[in-house]
């Protein structure tokens, strides 16, 4: 026998392994004695059914442990009810998953027929419980009936109301005026009827569903709500089905559907996505309503009909497809009919990878307009962060050990502009080649590639926009062959390294037409020898009484590469590389082949910083650096020889010292002009989620497109304006909502006009959220195209509307979305 005292119940428990022949004095006197007023926790009581078949038993609180149920006779439900004095009770929460536990403050049972609960009645099997204020259970049919305030828990979903019949095993029943919650949308609703038709299939009579919380006292509505006539829930199916579906945003219906039909869970389903609506300048207002098609586990299509009201219908369409061995999804976007330009207006795109035989890999990556106006009307049809190069490309590698073999087609589209024409990159048709590296014996390593191209103008190329391709002398077209090699040997101790090498870049032309001296074959070959040295030193110290460790990183690196005659040679993908950092420790200072700068110089630069002692974050980081030249540099980008003895100076520095501050700035200075070349800064605060501010400056004496000074202020933001938002998971309350600001705005000084920017709002309201935003897209410096993009988010629905978030994303550092599940909930403004 086995007591536990609680005030006012009493656990009964089995603790031996055989049923009692015959009720004990206490089991007799148990109904005779009071509870409440003793204090007395009676728990010699064992409800067995058995042995109580004589009649009834009752106790102040009991619990009763049922064996699982089954369809079955009078007979077979007494041996089920004899067959539980054997088994010891279990708690609520402990019981397995095939065992039903029925519990309540007064049980009274048959053995072959009901069992009836009252007061704080609760019944469990598996994972699902119900309590209620009544309860009984009928053995043979399996079937409970609960009155009072009902409660259902079943897979985190809670279902409340006044009356539930159910049976258990089957999951079959009904359940009068329930109301739900579900954990996963963290969203629910009310219906007049739920009707349980087994573990896969819920019918629901009158149905409503908001994540909105309502204050039941002052008769107040949701922000939204989805009503319904009759829906229909299949999980076998993974399907939903509305019958007279209305959406009501403020009481104001926005949204109606006959027959509406949804996935019950992330799974794909075929149907009608939510509309999308924009503004722009160009295009007037575009309203489109997508529908996305699961052909099948491994292929789907989006097809997006859409009105554009200055220009007409369009209709863009999006496949994608995941085969054994290849992946890729392939856009196309067309306006059969724009009645402003006159003409069809389409946009291609087509991204495909995969592998062929064995470790034989491809890719093809296309993007192809109809018209060089394409990224001013329509730019939403051009995904590419160079909008008016648009390259076409397809490419094949294979691996045999540690030497690879590719080839590649390139075709470019440029889309010229006569305000601002492009020089443009040459077609390859084709690109072959093979590359290694390889460590060899005694440490040195080993690379090398050569390679094979035609070289070809691409569609849109248009003479006379570079200063060396004019219609007497046009860019040449031809065929190249190089051949890199180089060979290192590192070596170093912990806190230095040492790296000679040897390389060399050989290249054989042959053109289709002679150059202005009368020849079409070239060939030179140039041989570079470096020497790279590196320390990296550190001690322990304080930075204003903080303990940090400082290194200093001291970086010596010398070059020496020969003069070769290069300026009457093609020119077919070299360029200056930027100077910087990087740029300023490398042998060569362009990219490609073409071009190969003589050099007999040494860069000398450190850096030193200072790290945390604790978690080894950067606290101040400060560097310097400067290339000496011993001879004067004579292949440059504009052909004049560089005779000053020292580069310019590169200065850079960012710190973190301040909390909640960024701090970083680079800047090139000449010597020479005793001024400033380039020079960046920029300012991050970012005191905590959804609160950030970037600020960056940029100044070039000499700007590589117009030759003029240029200097840019940028500026991004996230913060909240006024408000607390709600959260949709809290239920306590109402929402108050919060408004945020968000953005990005360019402004040239040096023109005195706004470039590209991005401006917008958020309104937080806990159930929902709003997005207004508007994007500006310079063209030219007199022209720009300005959209204007709307989003309602309904927490735990869907969204209606046009989806910014990727361009909020893209543009503003540090951005973060309202309802990011992976950090705390958003930042509470302080109301002004």
């Known amino acids: ?194 009707d349980f038709l087994g573990d896969q299939l819920t019918v629901a009579t009158g149905a409503t569903y908001t994540s909105c919380r309502v204050d039941d006292t002052d008769g107040s509505t949701p922000a939204w709500i989805l009503s319904t006539d009759r829906v229909k829930l299949d999980f076998a199916n993974n399907e939903g089905i509305a019958q007279g ?155 045999f050990g540690l030497w690879t073999t590719y080839a590649r087609v390139e075709r470019w589209q440029v889309l010229q502009d006569a305000d601002s024409p492009l020089a443009t990159p040459y077609d390859r048709l084709p690109q072959v080649g093979v590359r290694t590296w390889q460590p060899l014996i005694g440490g040195l390593e080993f690379g090398m590639e050569a390679e094979a191209n035609r070289f070809v103008n691409p569609n849109g190329h248009r003479v006379g926009i570079a200063p060396d391709d004019t219609v007497a002398n046009p860019r040449p077209v031809g065929s190249r062959l190089h051949v890199l090699g180089s060979l290192a040997w590192p070596f170093g101790t912990p806190g230095w390294t040492l790296t000679p090498k040897v390389l060399v870049n050989a290249a054989s032309y042959r053109l289709d037409a002679p150059m202005a001296d009368g020849r079409d074959r070239f060939h030179r070959v140039i041989p570079t020898f470096s020497l790279d040295s590196a320390w990296v030193l550190e001690r322990d110290t304080q930075l204003f009484g903080r303990p940090a460790r400082q290194t200093m990183e001291p970086r010596l690196f010398y070059t020496k590469t020969p003069y070769r005659e290069q300026n009457e040679l093609p020119n077919f993908d070299s360029a200056e590389k930027d100077f910087n950092f990087d740029s300023i420790y490398t042998e060569n200072s362009f990219s490609g082949i073409d071009r190969v700068s003589d050099a007999h110089q040494l860069t000398a630069g450190v850096t030193t910083r200072m790290l945390d002692s604790g978690d080894g974050s950067e606290l101040l980081r400060l560097g310097l650096a400067q290339r000496y030249l011993f001879e004067d540099q004579r292949i440059t980008p504009d052909k004049q020889p560089i005779s000053q003895s020292v580069s310019d100076l590169l200065l850079t520095g960012s710190s973190g010292l301040l909390k909640h501050w960024r701090f970083d700035a680079a800047v090139q200075y000449s010597p020479e002009q005793h001024q400033t070349v380039r020079s960046i800064l920029g300012v991050r605060y970012a005191p905590g989620p959804y609160r950030t501010i970037n600020t960056n400056y940029r100044f070039n004496r000499n700007d590589s497109v117009t030759g003029l000074p240029s200097e840019q202020f940028e500026v991004g933001w996230q913060w909240p304006l006024y408000g607390r938002p709600g959260q949709s998971s809290d239920r306590g309350g109402r929402c108050t909502g919060a408004w945020y600001s968000v953005g990005r705005m360019s402004y040239n000084v040096s023109e005195r006009r706004l470039t590209d920017s991005v401006v917008g709002f958020e309104y937080d309201a806990g159930c929902w959220i709003g997005r207004v935003i508007a994007k500006r897209l310079s063209t030219s410096q007199q022209e720009a195209t300005t959209q204007l993009g709307f989003e309602l988010e309904l927490i735990g629905l869907s969204r209606l509307g046009t989806n910014p978030l990727k361009v909020l994303k893209d543009n503003i550092p540090g951005y973060r979305l309202l309802r990011d599940d992976s950090v705390a909930p958003a930042a509470s403004p302080t109301t002004p």
Not at 117 to 143: C, H, K, V, W
Not at 171 to 180: K, Q
Not at 303 to 313: F, M, Q, V, Y
Request: net charge neutral; charged share 20%; aromatic share 8%.
């Open 1 to 194: 026998m086995d007591s536990t005292n609680r005030p006012g119940r009493a656990a009964c428990r089995r603790a031996g392994a055989a049923a009692p022949s015959r009720p004990s004095a206490l089991d007799a006197l148990a109904p005779l004695l009071p509870p409440f007023p003793l204090r007395l926790c009676v728990c010699a009581i064992r409800l067995s059914l058995a042995a109580s078949a004589a009649g009834w038993l009752s106790t102040g609180w009991a619990q009763a442990v049922l064996p699982p149920a089954s369809p079955a006779s009078a007979a077979s439900a007494a041996s089920a009810a004899s067959a539980v004095a054997a088994a010891p009770a279990a708690s609520a929460a402990s019981a397995p998953d095939n065992t039903m536990v029925l519990e309540a403050d007064e049980v009274r049972a048959r053995p072959d027929q009901d069992v009836i609960a009252e007061g704080n009645a609760r019944f469990q099997r598996g994972p699902m419980q119900i309590s209620a204020d009544r309860m009984t259970y009928e053995q043979a049919s399996d079937l409970a009936h609960a009155t009072g305030k009902v409660r259902v828990t079943r897979d985190g979903n809670v279902y409340s109301g006044p009356e539930l019949q159910l049976k258990v095993e089957r999951f079959e029943g009904f359940f009068l005026r329930p109301t739900y919650f579900f954990s996963r949308t963290q969203a629910g609703g009310s219906a007049e009827r739920l």
């Open 245 to 399: 579906a209305v959406l009501r945003f403020y009481g104001v219906p926005i949204l109606a559907a006959p027959v509406l039909s949804f996935p019950l869970s992330d799974d794909r389903k075929s149907g009608w996505l939510p509309p999308s609506i924009d503004l722009d300048n160009k295009s007037g207002l575009q309203v489109a309503v997508p529908y996305y098609w699961n052909i099948a586990p491994n292929r789907d299509a989006t097809l997006t009909p859409a009105i554009i009201s200055k220009r007409g219908a369009a209709l863009d369409t999006e496949f994608r497809y995941l085969e054994p061995g290849h992946e890729g999804r392939v856009d196309l976007n067309l306006l059969p009919n724009d009645r402003q330009a006159g003409i069809t207006r389409s946009a291609f795109n087509l991204e495909q990878e995969g592998v062929l035989l064995g470790n034989t890999r491809y890719s093809t990556n296309v993007m192809r307009v109809s018209d060089d106006d394409y990224w001013k009307d329509l730019p939403r049809g051009i995904n590419s962060l160079t909008p008016r190069l648009l390259l076409g490309d397809a490419r094949v590698a294979s691996d």
